[in-house]
T-cell receptor
Framework: QKEVEQNSGPLSVPEGAIASLNCTYS??????FFWYRQYSGKSPELIMF????GDKEDGRFTAQLNKASQYVSLLIRDSQPSDSATYLC???????????FGAGTRLAVHP | EAQVTQNPRYLITVTGKKLTVTCSQN?????MSWYRQDPGLGLRQIYY???????DKGDVPEGYKVSRKEKRNFPLILESPSPNQTSLYFC????FGQGDYTFGSGTRLTVV
């Protein structure tokens, strides 16, 4: 069974700090990696994707991928209370037409 | 506005009474999928469709049916719902199924 693991949290950070969210996956053949944000009572929305080893930056968000360690992370700089949500890591296994989602990490940014 | 529309948003039903949850997208996406979301288990794929008349099972297909007669619509059918199908259901679409999904607003189903 292909798996994606995340710490459920909550991860609590003060406003303005860097939030670091982590994810590990089991399928070495995975090629594509995604971060979705889900506010309470809402549907998931895509915020970042990454295909290659290294870092990818988009505004305050940086996705990091290390395929050798089977590890994906999301950094949120200058965290704001509006960033408080559950962050879902998702992996597309090689050869499969689906995403495998982690159970999500709840982030709480306090003023 | 580009969107995925699910109906109904909330549904309470009784065991064994057939129901359909509708899903429609206006983005001309090839790929559509149904997920259920349960606490601690995350999102699990039920069925997906790569194109009209092309559907396949996901990880938890038992007790569900789907059809894709038109590109825009992908209904989820529960022929005989049971309490273990109580969950939050999401429809999602993507241009070619590469993982960049647009999700519908969700349907919270309770089977008593």
């Amino acid at each position: 069974q292909k798996e994606v693991e995340q710490n459920s949290g909550p991860l609590s950070v003060p406003e303005g700090a860097i939030a670091s969210l982590n994810c590990t996956y089991s399928d070495r053949g995975s090629q594509s990696f995604f971060w979705y944000r889900q506010y309470s009572g809402k549907s998931p929305e895509l915020i970042m994707f990454i295909y290659s080893n290294g870092d990818k930056e988009d505004g305050r968000f940086t996705a990091q991928l290390n395929k050798a360690s089977q590890y994906v992370s999301l950094l949120i700089r200058d965290s704001q209370p509006s960033d408080s949500a559950t962050y879902l890591c998702a992996v597309k296994p090689g050869g499969y037409n689906k995403l495998i989602f982690g159970a999500g990490t709840r982030l709480a940014v306090h003023p | 506005e580009a969107q995925v529309t699910q109906n109904p948003r909330y549904l309470i039903t009784v065991t064994g009474k057939k129901l359909t949850v509708t899903c429609s997208q206006n983005m001309n996406h090839e790929y559509m999928s149904w997920y259920r979301q349960d606490p601690g288990l995350g999102l699990r794929q039920i069925y997906y469709s790569m194109n009209v008349e092309v559907t396949d099972k996901g990880d938890v297909p038992e007790g569900y049916k789907v059809s894709r007669k038109e590109k825009r619509n992908f209904p989820l059918i529960l022929e005989s719902p049971s309490p273990n199908q109580t969950s939050l259901y999401f429809c999602a679409s993507s241009l070619f199924g590469q993982g960049d999904y647009t999700f519908g607003s969700g349907t919270r189903l309770t089977v008593v």
